[in-house]
C-alpha cells in the first residue's frame, strides 16, 4: 500500500519561502511524483511535477519561483516555494503514480490513484 505524508505548511507574509516534504512508503519502480493544491473555493490544480528520472514540469503559474525536488534515499519530495503571494495560499497535496508517467500529463489530478492529506500554507498580505 503506498502512503503519503506532507509536512511543513504554515503561514508566511507575502515575499516568504517555504518547504514542503511529502515521504513516500510503499511504492516501487518507475514513478511519477506531484505536487497538487486546492485554494478555498476553486478546483485542485496540478502545480508541479518530477519522475523517477529527475525530469520537472511546473505550471505557468510558479515557474521560475517553485522548485520540486527529490531525495530517493529519503523517499522524499520537496517542494520549495519562493516569492509568495496570497495567491498561493492553498492546502498543497502530493500524488504519486505507478509507472512513470508522461510529463505531459503529470500536472493532471485524473492520472494519479495515491495522495497524501495535504498541509495547509497560508500567505498573507
Known amino acids: 500500500q503506498v502512503q503519503l505524508v506532507e509536512s511543513g505548511g504554515g503561514s508566511v507574509p507575502a515575499g516568504g519561502s517555504l518547504r514542503l516534504s511529502c515521504v513516500s512508503s510503499?511504492?516501487?519502480?518507475?514513478?511519477?511524483m506531484s505536487w497538487f493544491r486546492q485554494a478555498p473555493g476553486k478546483e485542485r490544480e496540478g502545480v508541479a511535477a518530477i519522475d523517477d528520472d529527475g525530469a520537472t514540469t511546473y505550471a505557468p503559474s510558479v515557474q521560475g519561483r517553485f522548485i520540486i525536488s527529490q531525495d530517493t534515499m529519503k523517499n522524499t519530495l520537496y517542494l520549495d516555494m519562493n516569492a509568495l503571494t496570497p495567491e498561493d495560499t492553498a492546502k498543497y497535496f502530493c500524488?504519486?503514480?505507478?509507472?512513470?508517467?508522461?510529463?505531459?500529463?503529470?500536472?493532471?489530478?485524473?492520472?494519479?490513484?495515491?495522495w497524501g492529506r495535504g498541509t495547509p500554507v497560508t500567505v498573507s498580505s
Open positions: 510503499g511504492g516501487y519502480g518507475t514513478y511519477t
Open positions: 500524488a504519486a503514480r505507478f509507472p512513470r508517467l508522461d510529463l505531459a500529463w503529470a500536472l493532471s489530478e485524473n492520472e494519479f490513484v495515491f
